[in-house]
């Protein structure tokens, strides 16, 4: 098994330099944007809803 890399590589969001504080981002803020797309549904994979059977609901 490899070993995590020691340096941080670039921020997933704007590019810049990551810092270990808030690896694998660059920032405090690019971070919260992250979260904010998170929780906004702004990550998501194309494709019909899945649709659930009330049977299968506890």
Partial sequence: MTQPSK???KCPLCKKAAVPEHAPFCS???K???LLKWLNDGYSVPGEPVVI???EID
């Fill in 7 to 9: 340096t941080p590589g």
């Fill in 53 to 55: 059977p009330d049977s």
């Fill in 32 to 34: 919260d944007r992250d």
């Fill in 28 to 30: 405090k803020g690019c």
